[in-house]
């Protein structure tokens, strides 16, 4: 119940196309839904998050789609460029000082 | 600032060996994470600390020792590496104490043959 279930592992887009990662949950308790950016040889960067009273989040070509009912969450980038390429972790908070990880998703963007 | 910094940035031991990774922040943070990045694997956190002096098991957190004695630096210790404990180790810290928002080092990438 603790899981945070990411998908899909890897991810190939076309230059200029949509990026979907998705996300889900089973623990109702989860109140705060980051999303972490991770380009090779760095460590993850917080990149946009969201709270469960909020259907979606956008910032400039990212998107954060929320559906409560369905314990889901999802990100979208819009006009996906070749730097966009890097590692997407979903995660989920919780009260007891961390966060619930996704597996990560390797997207790659084509030029 | 510098943010979040690890040393060393590679390294590589022999079976049973020990070493230890240095993480120290400069943010004033209360709250620090190790955790172990291996391909598939995601982020699993090690250990964590939610101020000076403590220190608490996160998932995996077997085969490693922690300490924080001072707010600034967070140790991880490999008291006799396996093979097994080959991955790339990142700290991270927070400044909420429901580590929402984490601050993460360059890693370190660790081989044991």
């Known amino acids: 119940q603790q899981q945070v279930k990411q998908s899909p592992q890897s991810l190939i887009v076309q230059k200029g196309g949509i990026s979907i990662i998705n996300c889900a949950y089973e623990n109702t308790a989860f109140d705060y839904f980051p999303w972490y950016q991770q380009f090779p040889g760095k460590g993850p960067a917080l990149l946009i998050a969201i709270r469960p009273d909020v259907s979606e989040k956008k910032e400039g070509r990212f998107t954060i789609s929320f559906n409560k009912s369905a314990k889901q969450f999802s990100l979208h980038i819009m006009d996906s460029q070749p730097g966009d390429s890097a590692t997407y972790f979903c995660?989920?908070?919780?009260?007891?000082?961390?966060?619930?990880w996704g597996a990560g998703t390797k997207l790659i963007i084509k030029p | 600032n510098a943010g979040v910094t690890q040393t060393p940035k590679f390294r590589v031991l022999k079976t049973g060996q020990s070493m230890t990774l240095l993480c120290a922040q400069d943010m004033n943070h209360e709250y620090m994470y190790w955790y172990r990045q291996d391909p598939g694997m995601g982020l699993r956190l090690i250990h964590y600390?939610?101020?000076?002096?403590?220190?608490a098991k996160g998932e995996v957190p077997d085969g490693y020792n922690v300490s924080r004695l001072k707010k600034q630096n967070f140790l991880l210790g490999l008291e006799s590496a396996a093979p097994s404990q080959t991955s790339v180790y990142f700290c991270?810290?927070?400044?909420?104490?429901?580590?929402?928002?984490?601050?993460f080092g360059p890693g370190t990438r660790l081989t044991v043959l």
């Open positions: 600390s939610v101020g000076e002096g403590t220190t």
């Open positions: 991270a810290s927070s400044p909420d104490n429901r580590g929402r928002t984490q601050y």
């Open positions: 995660a989920a908070s919780i009260s007891n000082y961390q966060l619930i």
